[in-house]
Nanobody, 126 residues
Framework: QVQLVESGGGLVQAGGSLRLSCAASEFIFSDTAMGWFRRAPGKEREFVSAISRNGDSAYYSDSVKGRFTISRDNAKNTVYLQMNSLKPEDTAVYYC????WGIGPTRLSPRFFGSWGQGTQVTVSS
């Protein structure tokens, strides 16, 4: 059974940085595109970023573009999300997920992702 475990969340002041990690197991990580999503209180889960199997392509939501960077280490079965210049509106639970269909401009909504981690809380204070 696919296992995804996120870590690295916490409380940070606006303008600060955090690096999220998602450790994957029980599937062939290097064959699987990965994504990060978030859910803020009272809002629906939204796409944040995604990365291809070998890391040569990535996508970002407009709200995080230029501030967040997704990366992966296939030797460590881990995907990362480096978050810089954090804003209070970035406060949310962040989830990593496996892509079921491969990523592309029209395959970034949650329904294209199959397995999910339990999430890690990110809180940005103003």
């Amino acid at each position: 059974q696919v296992q995804l475990v996120e870590s690295g969340g916490g409380l940070v002041q606006a303008g600060g940085s955090l690096r999220l990690s998602c450790a994957a197991s029980e599937f062939i990580f290097s064959d699987t595109a990965m994504g990060w999503f978030r859910r803020a209180p009272g809002k629906e889960r939204e796409f944040v970023s995604a990365i291809s199997r070998n890391g040569d392509s990535a996508y970002y939501s407009d709200s995080v573009k230029g501030r967040f960077t997704i990366s992966r280490d296939n030797a460590k079965n881990t995907v990362y999300l480096q978050m810089n210049s954090l804003k209070p509106e970035d406060t949310a639970v962040y989830y990593c997920a496996t892509s079921s269909w491969g990523i592309g401009p029209t395959r970034l909504s949650p329904r294209f992702f199959g397995s999910w981690g339990q999430g890690t809380q990110v809180t940005v204070s103003s």
